[in-house]
């Protein structure tokens, strides 16, 4: 099983980017999926999740209006969209995966993680 996490990278503030997680040996429509963040020095946060349904979608407060998770079953792909991007994005970002999940924003409800993409946000 492996979720491959790709699409950081360097952006201006105000500018965009589309991360995608990509998973094999697991199908996502059994899974929720989440991306969490971790900057330097800090722990690892929550960011998007949606319930292992697709029915519903969550996000931190920070984001909320300028991220958008959504998932391709065809591709067995997430997908993180993140428009209107501020320094205080900057972090590595990964994307986790909880079976039949309801879409924590907590970590230690996923036993599934692809490795960071970082994601840099400059003034």
């Known amino acids: 099983v492996q979720l491959q996490a790709s699409g950081g990278g360097l952006v201006q503030a105000g500018g965009s980017l589309r991360l995608s997680c990509a998973a094999s040996g697991l199908t996502f429509s059994n899974y929720a999926v989440a991306w969490f963040r971790q900057a330097p020095d800090k722990e690892r946060e929550f960011v998007a999740a949606f319930n292992w349904r697709g029915s519903n979608t969550y996000y931190t407060d920070s984001v909320k209006g300028r991220f958008t998770i959504s998932r391709d079953n065809a591709k067995n792909t997430v997908y993180l969209q993140m428009n209107s991007l501020k320094p205080e994005d900057t972090a590595a970002y990964y994307c986790?995966?909880?079976?039949?999940?309801?879409?924590?924003?907590?970590?230690?409800?996923?036993?599934?993680w692809g490795q960071g993409t970082l994601v840099t946000v400059s003034s």
């Open positions: 986790a995966a909880d079976f039949r999940g309801s879409g924590s924003w907590s970590t230690s409800q996923y036993n599934r």
